[in-house]
């Protein structure tokens, strides 16, 4: 972990303390990405160079002993929300435009439940260290770090992260309403740290690419806030498509 993750893990068990009473017995976590080469060539079958960076989203969860998932976003003003395993898909459980990250949330459950992932009740906390709308993917992060979470509550201690990532994708487009291609996913849930990840999208085979040790990548906030969904993504793709 770098230094500044250090720093996010006490708050988010003290958080998961606050709200649930016991401390948690499994932490996940997902990066960020930028992007260096390839704009909308994920979805046409190309290449792309992304790299993960050190802001993540975290989950710290705990087994209940029921079939509910208890859910709070601290960095959301603390919001909460109950899932029911048995229908992850009720009304109760789709959010709007002040509790969107509960569509993620719900998506991932139900489609790790599709797959036959045998998710067990549990308690849970997401926090993370990324502005949000900045074009860092943090929405992939939070669908990351969701499934990674609820793949060790099921037990599932082998996790194969290019399927991981390919329900991300998934959950975008069912649950979030955004066409996205695969890169997202993909190097936020198989990036490695000191790397870029060079990504063949006709077939998902990955590549990593060691950044040079003289060569720094900084990120620099516009201030301008940007989303896929309300944004001209699903246009683009649309345009893409129609051009091939």
Same mark, same amino acid.
């Given at each position: 972990?770098?230094?500044?993750?250090?720093?996010?893990v006490?708050?988010?068990?003290?958080?998961?303390?606050?709200? @649930?009473? &016991?401390?948690?017995? *499994? *932490?996940?976590?997902?990066?960020?990405?930028?992007?260096?080469?390839?704009?909308?060539?994920?979805y046409?079958?190309?290449?792309?160079?992304?790299?993960a960076?050190?802001?993540?989203?975290?989950?710290?969860?705990?087994?209940?002993?029921?079939?509910?998932?208890?859910?709070?976003?601290?960095?959301?003003?603390?919001?909460?929300?109950?899932?029911?395993?048995?229908?992850?898909?009720?009304?109760?459980?789709?959010?709007? &435009?002040?509790?969107?990250?509960?569509?993620?949330?719900?998506?991932?459950?139900?489609?790790?439940?599709?797959?036959?992932?045998?998710i067990?009740?549990?308690?849970?906390?997401?926090?993370?260290?990324?502005? !949000?709308?900045? #074009?860092?993917? =943090?929405?992939?992060? %939070?669908?990351?770090?969701?499934?990674?979470?609820?793949?060790?509550?099921?037990?599932?201690?082998s996790?194969?992260?290019?399927?991981?990532?390919?329900?991300?994708?998934?959950?975008e487009?069912? @649950?979030?309403?955004?066409?996205?291609? *695969?890169?997202? !996913?993909?190097?936020?849930?198989? #990036?490695?740290?000191?790397?870029?990840?060079? *990504?063949?999208?006709? =077939?998902?085979?990955?590549?990593?690419?060691?950044?040079?040790?003289? %060569?720094?990548?900084?990120?620099?906030?516009?201030?301008?806030?940007? #989303?896929?969904?309300?944004?001209?993504?699903?246009?683009?793709?649309?345009?893409? @498509?129609?051009?091939?």
């Amino acid at each position: 972990m770098t230094r500044h993750e250090n720093a996010l893990v006490p708050a988010l068990e003290a958080a998961f303390i606050r709200h @649930f009473h &016991a401390v948690p017995t *499994i *932490i996940a976590r997902a990066p960020g990405r930028v992007n260096l080469i390839g704009e909308h060539t994920d979805y046409n079958d190309g290449f792309v160079l992304p790299m993960a960076i050190s802001r993540h989203t975290m989950v710290a969860a705990r087994p209940n002993g029921t079939a509910m998932l208890n859910l709070v976003a601290a960095d959301m003003g603390d919001a909460q929300a109950c899932i029911a395993l048995d229908a992850p898909n009720a009304p109760e459980n789709i959010g709007g &435009a002040s509790d969107h990250w509960l569509n993620y949330a719900r998506g991932m459950a139900h489609l790790l439940l599709a797959s036959g992932v045998k998710i067990p009740g549990a308690d849970i906390v997401i926090m993370g260290d990324m502005p !949000q709308g900045a #074009g860092l993917s =943090s929405s992939a992060a %939070l669908e990351m770090a969701l499934g990674l979470a609820l793949l060790q509550l099921a037990g599932n201690g082998s996790v194969d992260r290019t399927m991981l990532a390919k329900l991300g994708q998934q959950c975008e487009h069912d @649950f979030a309403g955004c066409a996205c291609g *695969i890169m997202d !996913q993909l190097v936020s849930a198989r #990036g490695q740290i000191g790397h870029a990840l060079l *990504i063949d999208c006709r =077939s998902l085979a990955c590549q990593s690419v060691a950044m040079p040790d003289d %060569l720094m990548v900084m990120i620099v906030h516009s201030g301008v806030q940007r #989303g896929l969904v309300d944004g001209h993504y699903n246009a683009r793709r649309q345009q893409c @498509f129609a051009a091939a």
